[in-house]
């Protein structure tokens, strides 16, 4: 029976080395509950380690490699076949930083099937061929809709990816031998170490061939990176700001001593419990200066303001999230990435006036209970006053976005520079330039209208 199994083995890696797959090594993903998945490398060669998450895009599988804010992830793209239409690196969402890595920041990938020969006019690469320069390991042939199931059921946990060993006790030790995501400070770890200017021409994007030129610049902006995209900051350059990105733990006062006219706080990856650094300066800056937070930025302003986040069972990671805006009852589909989550009733006791007179949270926590009722439900902060739920997840009924009422700032908890994803919520990045010209109605936008502003996508057939 052995010398069947060699000889069926050695025949299947033969017919698959005179596919375009080519030779590959086995390679093995095991989860910290002991749950194994077999299947071939297609990324380097090696072992790691790390939190295994999924994201559910169908496109954009190059921005999700080089997003920052995986760092210490191994990502599972739920999509079956990733690679298809190669790599351009115009694309890449590393940071601008003149002092970051060229690598990327994630662990390790999972797929169903990669494609080793794909086909696009842009494409310069292969996936496989960039993990494997990069020295990022990767599993292909994984069943990746039992392991997304699995996730789900179970939720996020640690686990490792090897090329190395097979045995169960050696993929054991080297799972030990990991931290945890939870108290890790992985932000340091990807934002950049000291300042740097970039305007709209330093950004020139991949893009400009359906893009319209940026607008003037005429709003000085400090990003806090902790781990931003280079999507966002081309967003920002479009919308008219000139950017001084900064460390993620710069002192409050460092950045007041440059007059910004508004504070950008980024996306970033792990644990923001842990970021103490840059909620501490987030605290100083309420009140000071307009604050505009995204992601990891959202969860900044919650912390600063005395709230508590949570880890989600299995997170948010994807291109097509639905939120709410209970300002507009628009549906917005987000790009989103994270594992953590605002817990809202703990900004503050309701003010009912300006809840539709309701004075307590919803017992099970569920915040789609203002999306039925058609309220952008107010709570009394201790520490910044009114604060308003201004987007509600519909999948889970999690918090999305809030807005500070008597201090100039507002965060979301997706994506909105669509990188990859859609572009229904363009228009926070136009809502922050009203924030900092003064406009109190800044989130007052027809978002349907702004998410197609500076696309020339069609206009030669609109004049043909």
Sequence with gaps: MKANHRRGSALASAMLGATTKGATQPAVLMLSDGTMFYGRSCGASGTAVGEVCFNTSLEGYFEVL?????????????????????????????????????????????????????????????????????GIVAIEGVDTRALVRHLRETGAQKGVVSTEFAAAAELRAALDAAPDLVGQNLVETVSCQASFDLDAEALAS???????????????????????????????????????????????????????????????????????????????????????GICLGHQMISLAAGAQIEKLKFGHRGGNQPVMNLLTRRVEITAQNHGFGLVFPSLGALVPELSGGVTEHPADGDLRFWVERGVAPVVENERFGRIRLTHVNLNDGTAEGIQLLDVPAFSVQYHPEAAPGPTDSHYLFTAFSHLMDGDADYLNIDSAADRLAGWTFGEEAQHA
């Design 66 to 134: 080089t997003d920052p804010s995986y760092a210490g992830q191994i990502v599972t793209m739920t999509y079956p076949q990733i690679g298809n239409y190669g790599i351009d690196e115009a694309d890449a969402q590393l940071s601008c930083a003149p002092d970051a890595p060229a690598a990327p920041a994630l662990r390790a990938m999972v797929v169903r099937d990669m494609c080793r020969t794909p086909s696009n006019w842009r494409s310069v690469t292969s996936v496989p061929a960039y993990l494997e320069r990069h």
């Design 206 to 292: 991949s893009r400009a061939f359906s893009l319209a030129p940026a607008a003037p610049a005429c709003h000085h902006v400090v990003v806090y990176d902790c781990g931003v995209k280079r999507g966002i900051l081309e967003n920002l350059a479009l919308a008219g700001c000139r950017l001084t990105v900064v460390p993620w733990d710069t002192p409050a006062e460092d950045v007041l001593a440059l007059h910004p006219d508004g504070v950008f706080l980024s996306n970033g990856p792990g644990d923001p419990d842990a970021v103490e650094g840059t909620y501490a300066q987030v605290q100083k800056l309420l009140g000071a200066v307009p604050v505009f």
